[in-house]
């Protein structure tokens, strides 16, 4: 009987992580594998989803046992969506849940994988500080068994479970349009649908690390409402595109078992008409000039490109060194020194107005600063600072 063995966290090329303290290197885990097979004599599957598990896993290959390894990636950064809970090996685990073996899962996740991260060329190679990446990611399938256990089913058994009408494919076609015209996006289900959404995949993006050294795949998403006349058609209204270039639509759908289906092909919107993406993630302060007098009006913005997998903090330094970040609309403060993103509405190269008053007559004088900081979302943005991984803007003015 085999055991099988799941690991899914973060790791490098000789390291997994057990907790946020805690680490196996990769010898350690070998030494666990070889002593489990001597002592057991069974078979044993493993599979790791975390980045660099490609190179991880080849240092646990043992040709004195009966040993299968399957990685989320080779040696490369292994992608996730954090918004769906996608990932290689959700589609893997969902696959043998629907009766696959663990060669048809392995290649199923795979494209699964593949239609998930999309094209990769359209990511930014270089991260802010200027550090190579290699971004493509493929999964790896090794098998000790000469295929055998690659025949397996979980458990040794097949079952098969849920909808096999369960699907979603694109009701709209590839098509030339302006950047500022309304697109419908629209797709037909069949099955017991749940919800249905959309993932678009723009023109270029940013290759995005969190502080743990993972990727942050932050495509937008638009959701889906059913069609009140037509249950199997699910549909949205788009109009967020700025930049000039093809727009990769993919359509997904979710069941009740959250059972997760995709379109095949992924539909091309090419836009015109816009502005040419930047080649890299910028935020840039707006003012009109950098000298202002107490009683006089004051104007502030600020635009952002390609922000997505960012989160976004615009905040004032005072002439004492103390800050305010601004909360999500115009003049509006919070607690002096509390360090949290914007939460209102962001949209690329559009203007976000942050302070739009006349400046009190009793201000202190001296310099102020204004910042706009993009930095890895859900990430604390002191430690991103640290590590280089945020994109700040910056403008200083003297009021007198």
Same mark, same amino acid.
């Given at each position: 009987?085999?055991?099988?063995?799941?690991?899914?966290?973060?790791?490098?090329?000789?390291?997994?992580?057990?907790?946020?303290?805690?680490?196996?290197?990769?010898?350690?885990? $070998?030494?666990? %594998?070889?002593?489990?097979?001597?002592? /057991? +004599?069974? =078979?044993?599957?493993?599979?790791?989803? #975390?980045?660099? &598990?490609?190179?991880?896993?080849?240092?646990?290959?043992?040709?004195?046992?009966?040993?299968?390894?399957?990685?989320?990636?080779?040696?490369?950064?292994?992608?996730?969506?954090?918004?769906?809970?996608?990932?290689?090996?959700?589609?893997?685990?969902?696959?043998?849940?629907?009766?696959?073996?663990?060669?048809?899962?392995?290649?199923?996740?795979?494209?699964?994988?593949?239609?998930?991260?999309?094209?990769?060329?359209?990511?930014?190679?270089?991260?802010?500080?200027?550090?190579?990446?290699?971004?493509?990611?493929?999964?790896?399938?090794?098998?000790?068994?000469?295929?055998?256990?690659? $025949?397996?089913? %979980?458990?040794?058994?097949?079952?098969? /479970? +849920?909808? =096999?009408?369960?699907?979603?494919?694109? #009701?709209?076609? &590839?098509?030339?349009?302006?950047?500022?015209?309304?697109?419908?996006?629209?797709?037909?289900?069949?099955?017991?649908?749940?919800?249905?959404?959309?993932?678009?995949?723009?023109?270029?993006?940013?290759?995005?690390?969190?502080?743990?050294?993972?990727?942050?795949?932050?495509?937008?998403?638009?959701?889906?409402?059913?069609?009140?006349?037509?249950?199997?058609?699910?549909?949205?209204?788009?109009?967020?595109?700025?930049?000039?270039?093809?727009?990769?639509?993919?359509?997904?759908?979710?069941?009740?078992?959250?059972?997760?289906?995709?379109?095949?092909?992924?539909?091309?919107?090419?836009?015109?008409?816009?502005?040419?993406?930047?080649?890299?993630?910028?935020?840039?302060?707006?003012?009109?000039?950098?000298?202002?007098?107490?009683?006089?009006?004051?104007?502030?913005?600020?635009?952002?490109?390609?922000?997505?997998?960012?989160?976004?903090?615009?905040?004032?330094?005072?002439?004492?060194?103390?800050?305010?970040?601004?909360?999500?609309?115009?003049?509006?403060?919070?607690?002096?020194?509390?360090?949290?993103?914007?939460?209102?509405?962001?949209?690329?190269?559009?203007?976000?107005?942050?302070?739009?008053?006349?400046?009190?007559?009793?201000?202190?004088?001296?310099?102020?600063?204004?910042?706009?900081?993009?930095?890895?979302?859900?990430?604390?943005?002191?430690?991103?600072?640290?590590?280089?991984?945020?994109?700040?803007?910056?403008?200083?003015?003297?009021?007198?």
């Amino acid at each position: 009987m085999p055991l099988y063995l799941f690991f899914i966290d973060h790791g490098s090329t000789d390291k997994l992580q057990l907790s946020k303290i805690d680490q196996i290197t990769a010898s350690e885990f $070998k030494t666990l %594998l070889d002593d489990y097979q001597t002592t /057991t +004599g069974n =078979d044993l599957l493993l599979l790791i989803d #975390a980045c660099y &598990s490609g190179t991880f896993s080849q240092q646990l290959l043992d040709e004195r046992f009966r040993r299968a390894i399957i990685s989320s990636t080779n040696d490369t950064v292994a992608y996730f969506d954090r918004a769906d809970k996608q990932g290689f090996s959700r589609s893997f685990a969902k696959s043998l849940d629907k009766g696959m073996t663990f060669k048809e899962a392995f290649d199923y996740a795979n494209k699964e994988q593949q239609k998930l991260v999309g094209d990769l060329s359209k990511l930014t190679t270089a991260s802010t500080n200027d550090r190579s990446q290699n971004i493509e990611q493929i999964p790896q399938f090794y098998d000790g068994t000469h295929g055998e256990l690659g $025949k397996h089913y %979980l458990n040794n058994f097949s079952k098969i /479970t +849920g909808d =096999d009408t369960f699907a979603i494919e694109s #009701a709209i076609s &590839s098509s030339s349009l302006l950047v500022d015209q309304e697109v419908m996006l629209a797709a037909k289900t069949s099955g017991r649908v749940k919800r249905a959404w959309a993932i678009v995949r723009p023109p270029q993006m940013n290759f995005v690390l969190d502080t743990s050294s993972t990727p942050i795949l932050a495509y937008p998403r638009i959701s889906l409402e059913q069609t009140p006349d037509h249950q199997e058609t699910w549909q949205a209204t788009w109009h967020d595109a700025v930049y000039n270039g093809d727009y990769a639509i993919t359509f997904y759908a979710e069941d009740e078992n959250r059972n997760v289906a995709s379109s095949d092909i992924p539909v091309t919107l090419t836009m015109t008409g816009g502005i040419e993406p930047p080649t890299q993630t910028q935020v840039q302060i707006n003012l009109d000039k950098t000298r202002y007098q107490r009683g006089e009006p004051f104007q502030a913005t600020l635009t952002e490109d390609l922000g997505w997998g960012y989160d976004l903090y615009a905040a004032v330094v005072l002439p004492d060194g103390n800050f305010f970040t601004l909360n999500q609309a115009t003049n509006d403060l919070r607690t002096v020194n509390e360090a949290k993103p914007w939460y209102g509405q962001r949209q690329p190269h559009r203007s976000l107005t942050l302070f739009d008053l006349t400046l009190p007559t009793n201000l202190p004088t001296g310099q102020y600063c204004l910042y706009g900081i993009l930095s890895p979302e859900r990430n604390d943005v002191f430690e991103a600072q640290h590590q280089g991984l945020w994109v700040m803007g910056q403008q200083c003015l003297e009021v007198y």
